[in-house]
């Protein structure tokens, strides 16, 4: 492991009874990266942050975060994460401003609040009441709550669900803000938006386990080469994927004959097909493929 890396896992396993939630998940994550767990519901994202964390303990497998074991860690080690947990409900009566207040307290050189709840975007609610924000606004305070102590790696678990489109962006913002000053940022999500926009690099997970780790554009310019070809001979609709279209273009040319092949399309796949081959869900642009 490379003094770069924040976070290492290699090999990671956690069964719920007989659910194995994680299964041989690897990874690392480089410091000052915003890295992107992606993966349908029920996939182990929350379970592998969780481990990381060190609120949940795993079977086996390797892992160290900040250097640390995360089942050893102690109160210093702690101090240098962040972890925006799913809004609780609790302190809903105190304003947004005396929540902020309150969480800095608990750090030996937090940031300064009104600060915080500016960069959050929040000043207008700054007197509010934390019960009365909307669902954006209570995970933006979250957020604020999450790296008020200047944590060198901040995790997220889902953070921009229920979110509007602006209300998104806006904290697309701030996480690349964030990313800017050197905060390592382990971000969960089920968007591929999101980790389109957002992250360096990328693991997409299915069943426990990592299918595809690599940039998001790469993994966009991995499907890119293989293009789906689709025409129409003796009455049939007929497909195959080929990294070289126009070769096979030609051939079927001097099958079928002068003049246009009957229904033909190339369609170069999108990165949300490769995510959607990857985690065993086709789009309608991958059909069944017949050979050529
Ligand atoms: N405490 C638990 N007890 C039993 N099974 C669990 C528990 N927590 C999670 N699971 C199961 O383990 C699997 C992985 O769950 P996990 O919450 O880690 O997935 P996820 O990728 O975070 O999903 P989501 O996007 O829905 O939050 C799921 O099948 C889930 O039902």
Redesign the pocket.
């Known amino acids: 492991m490379s003094p770069t890396t924040a976070v290492h896992v290699r090999d990671l396993h956690k069964r ?2 007989p ?1 194995r ?2 299964d041989g998940l690897e990874l690392s994550v480089e410091h000052g990266e915003i890295f992107s767990v992606l ?12 481990i990381l964390e060190g609120y949940r303990h795993r079977d086996r497998g390797e892992v160290s975060v900040l250097g640390t074991d995360p089942q050893r860690g102690d109160r210093r080690w702690r101090s240098r994460l962040g972890i925006v947990l799913q809004s609780a409900d609790d302190q809903a009566e105190l304003t947004v401003a005396e929540l902020v207040r309150h969480f800095a307290t608990f750090y030996p050189e937090p940031r300064d609040p009104e600060e915080l709840v500016a960069a959050v975007g929040l000043t207008e609610k700054a007197g509010t009441r934390v019960r009365q924000l909307s669902g954006g606004q209570r995970r933006r305070l979250d957020v604020a709550l999450g790296i008020v102590g200047r944590p060198e790696l901040l995790f997220l ?2 953070p921009t669900t229920g979110f509007d489109p602006e209300a998104r962006r806006s904290f697309w913002d701030l996480l690349r803000s964030l990313r800017d000053e050197g905060t390592t940022i382990l971000l ?1 999500t ?1 968007y591929l938006d999101e980790a389109e926009q957002l992250a360096d690099r990328c693991a997409v ?1 299915r069943d ?1 386990r990592v299918v595809a780790l690599d940039t998001p554009a790469a993994l966009g310019g991995r499907a890119a080469r293989q293009v789906m070809v689709r025409w129409v001979e003796d009455g049939a609709a007929r497909s195959t994927t080929t990294a070289e279209p126009t070769a096979l273009v030609t051939a079927l040319t001097a099958r079928l004959g002068p003049g246009e092949i009957p229904g033909l399309e190339v369609l170069r796949p999108t990165l949300e097909d490769v995510y959607l081959s990857l985690i065993g869900k086709a789009s309608d642009h991958h059909l069944e493929e017949v050979p050529a």
Request: cysteine-free; charged content about 20%.
């Open positions: 719920y009874g659910k939630a994680v993966g349908p519901n029920g996939a182990g994202k929350t379970t592998t942050v969780e678990d889902e969960t089920h997970v426990g």
